[in-house]
């Protein structure tokens, strides 16, 4: 999993619950005598152990965790990658290009990425759906960018989550039905 | 400078914090800036892996070039050394890969008119030739054969030295085409003339022949006057007052020798009878044999065509061979160009002709021409008792300009011409032979050889 994950989380729980408890999050999920850079690559599991950690930490339960992380993601990228953004009016439209444009752009830079995939069609009832799969269970983790999204474009749409078969967190479908 | 002791051991929180902003935005420069490079080293690496297609694809496209050209290209150094030659040029040349090394160009074109053919300059690198026209020379395949070849050379450089690369053309088949081409228009001018001078003759041997016809008759009643006469005269004897004129015509009659002029003139106009049939006869087979204009298919007796092929080249073989046929009866007509068959026919038989003058026996020899049905075909055969093919040149009977034949005798093309005729016709043209004592050659021509479904033009198609 790309570094970029990880710093971003590190700093999600610094920012909302203090640099002590992001210490503590990290020695213990994380005991080695290092840090993450977001050019490097981490076992996804390192993030799932932080995650547990912040939730004992916290007592919040690792869902919520998972999906307020998703939202910071998505706020920390349109910073950081507003070109992304440019000429996009919608979630729809955003969301389609995760996985051509993004993903490709991610390619570029890390070959070597594991990234999940996304497939787009429309819904029995004439909405706009989204097949999540990945080698990682982080389905909440999409829940929580797609929420961002819609957010971000003030769009009046719900997203609505069907975990498939699979481990579960690896294969999920999202429905965006209008509220 | 400050004493180390003198530094405090506590740092503040706010200390801490500052320094660790600091490091962080640090190492986010650092991220950014690797991602950076990381970036254009993707964008270098796409352009460099598009450079290095395009450049595969050239090459590719060059060696596909080099290797499917239908001439012969050949690179060499100034000193004719090949350094590569590609497959059509191997073809030409008759050259395996091995043959290749070390190979000169002087080796595979040698200049006839070479003053000095071992010098190590390649003439082929000299100005004066990269600057001519006319670049028509001799080509020796590594059989030994030689051929007439048009090479062109041009300069270039390469890794900063001069090297040549010459194309060669084989004119073979082109000079063999101009001269065939030259040899229809010969024959069809032979023809429209041989059809004129048929048609001027036919008109005064007809009458010729009608007046001698009508002489015949006429002499039969004068027989008779001449019979009744002699009676007459045998009376008139007994009568003393006619004497005078009985003397005068027995007189006469012993001058002229009228017994002998009255057996001799029949025979004489059935000699002459017998002539002018057979000029008829020429004639018509001259007419049939030429076909002057006929460009089309037609439908075809070939045992009148060979009568006809036989009779004008006559004067070819009656003095070299007694000619037999066998044809079969109730032959079916032939799909075929006529005039074009008729030349086939007549070059088998002259090529006969030459084979029986080759022999060391003396007296005639024979020509044997046979026509058989087979299923859906018609087979042509005509024999001799010649020389028969040496084995050795089996193979190359039917290549264009091979000839055994003396200088002046044969042009290398009569049997090139029947095998591209036949083939033509998409017909068979094989043969039989066996060394001193003679060659069947096989002409096996489809009763219709146009594909099935195709309608071409049918002229005279009950001729």
Known sequence: MKGVVFTEFLELVESKFGMDVADRVQTKGFPEDTGFTSVGTYDHQILISLVVELSRETGLPVRDLVLAFGKHLFHSFSRNFPDTLVGVNNSVDFLQKVEGVIHGEVQKLYPDAELPSFSFSPSPEGHFQMEYISARPFADLAEGLIGATIEHFGDELNCLRTDLDGTPGTHALFKLCPK | ?463
């Open chain 2, 1 to 463: 400078m400050v004493d180390s002791e003198d530094i405090p051991t506590t740092i503040s929180r706010e200390t801490l914090e500052r320094v660790l902003r600091r490091e962080r935005n640090a190492r986010k420069q650092a991220e950014q800036l690797l991602e950076e490079k990381s970036r254009q080293l993707y964008q270098t690496n796409q352009d460099l892996l598009k450079s290095t297609q395009a450049l595969a694809d050239e090459v590719q496209r060059s060696k596909v070039i080099f290797e499917t050209a239908a001439e012969g290209i050949i690179l060499f150094d100034q000193q004719g050394h090949v350094e590569l030659v590609n497959p059509a040029a191997k073809r030409i040349f008759e050259l395996t890969d091995d043959d290749c090394v070390k190979l000169n160009v002087n080796d595979i074109l040698p200049l006839t008119d070479n003053k000095n053919p071992t010098s190590s300059i390649c003439f082929y690198t000299d100005p004066l030739f990269l600057m001519g026209d006319d670049h028509e020379i001799v080509g020796r395949r590594k059989t030994g054969g030689e051929f007439p070849a048009e090479f062109v050379v041009a300069e270039f450089s390469h890794n900063g030295r001069v090297a040549y690369s010459g194309v060669v053309r084989d004119l073979t088949r082109r000079r063999f085409l101009e001269s065939r081409l030259a040899q229809a228009e010969r024959l069809e001018s032979v023809g429209q003339l041989a059809a004129g001078v048929a048609h001027e003759i036919n008109t005064p041997i007809q009458f010729v022949s009608e007046n001698t016809r009508f002489l015949k008759t006429s002499f039969q009643s004068l027989l008779e006057i001449f019979s009744t006469m002699n009676q007459l005269l045998e009376k008139c004897v007994d009568i003393p007052e006619l004497n005078p004129w009985v003397s005068r015509v027995q007189a006469a009659i012993e001058v002229a020798d009228l017994p002998f002029l009255l057996s001799e003139i029949p025979l004489s106009i059935d000699q002459t009878l017998e002539g002018t049939s057979t000029v008829a006869r020429i004639v018509r087979a001259l007419n049939v044999f030429s076909h002057p204009g006929t460009t089309e298919f037609q439908k075809v007796d070939l045992n009148s065509e060979l009568e006809s092929t036989l009779t004008v080249s006559k004067n070819e073989w009656k003095y070299v061979a007694e000619v037999e046929t066998d044809f079969a009866p109730n032959l079916p007509r032939v799909m075929c160009l006529p005039g074009e068959m008729n030349q086939v026919f007549l070059n088998l038989i002259i090529n006969a002709v030459h084979a029986i003058q080759g022999r060391k026996s003396e007296g005639l020899g024979k020509i044997t021409v046979r026509t058989r049905r087979e299923s859906d075909r018609v087979i042509v055969d005509i024999s001799d008792n010649g020389t028969g093919i040496p084995e050795a040149i089996r193979g190359r009977i039917f290549d264009p300009f091979f000839t055994t034949k003396g200088v002046g005798k044969g042009t290398g093309q009569g049997l090139t011409i029947c095998y591209n005729v036949v083939e033509s016709h998409r017909g068979k043209l094989t043969f039989d032979t066996i060394e001193g004592e003679g060659t069947t050659f096989h002409v096996e021509l489809l009763l219709d050889p146009r594909p099935k479904g195709t309608a071409m033009t049918e002229v005279n198609e009950e001729k």
